[in-house]
């Protein structure tokens, strides 16, 4: 079965710094990864999905970028912060039997 | 229309009662469903897929009607530790490789 790391788990970031987010899958390979966010309250809502090394889809217009150096590794990104990136953000691979989610990174925008 | 639509609830409900919960989806193309559990601020964890003869199990019931285009969970002898969100999840076809999520409907069981 596979695993995900994600790290860390908590983060406060001023406004306009920069982010980086990453993310290891162990127990597969080639597989497909997600970003995904959660703010307080909401629903989770999808960022950015990757089906291999350097494919990135983007499905909201966003401060954020993606990034897939290598096969088990996807990185989510700022170049500046807003208050409105606060939120839980998840990274995720899926299987054949549905989605594994991350530990998560709540961040906070301050 | 949402893509995928749960009551937020919450439903608070006694120990070993049975609770029910619906999520509909507005794509008559869909194909994969699941449920996931979200405790509270951690990451969701698969509870189970849903099939079309509808599967059981344990205490858990997943159901899917097509015609209508709902799915649902039941839950029997609710337990304190079944206190949780309860996300629903469905993928249009096999060939995409995004799931939409529900924004989950709140359980809590009281002693």
């Known amino acids: 079965s596979q695993t995900i790391h994600q790290w860390p788990a908590t983060l406060v970031q001023p406004v306009g710094s920069p982010l980086s987010l990453e993310c290891t899958v162990e127990?597969?390979?080639?597989?497909?990864l997600y970003w995904y966010r959660q703010a307080a309250g909401r629903g989770l809502q999808l960022l950015f999905y990757s089906v291999g090394i350097g494919q990135i889809s983007s499905e909201v217009p966003q401060n954020l970028s993606a990034s897939r150096p290598q096969d088990r590794q996807f990185i989510l990104s700022s170049k500046k912060l807003l208050l409105s990136d606060s939120g839980f953000y998840l990274c995720?691979?899926?299987?054949?039997?549905?989605?594994?989610f991350g530990s998560g990174t709540r961040l906070t925008v301050v | 229309r949402k893509e995928v639509e749960q009551d937020p609830g919450p439903f608070n409900v006694p120990e070993g009662a049975t609770v029910a919960f619906n999520c509909t989806y507005s794509?008559?193309?869909?194909?994969?469903f699941f449920w996931y559990r979200q405790d509270c601020r951690k990451e969701p964890k698969l509870l189970m897929s849903v099939y079309s003869s509808g599967n059981e199990d344990g205490r858990f019931t997943a159901q899917l009607n097509r015609a209508s285009q709902y799915i649902s969970l039941l839950i029997r002898d609710s337990k304190l530790s079944d206190s949780a969100t309860y996300l629903c999840v469905v993928n249009w076809n096999s060939g995409t490789y995004k799931y939409i999520f529900g924004t989950g409907t709140r359980l809590k069981v009281l002693a």
């Open positions: 995720a691979a899926r299987d054949n039997y549905g989605y594994t």
């Open positions: 127990g597969t390979s080639n597989p497909n």
């Open positions: 794509n008559s193309a869909s194909q994969s």
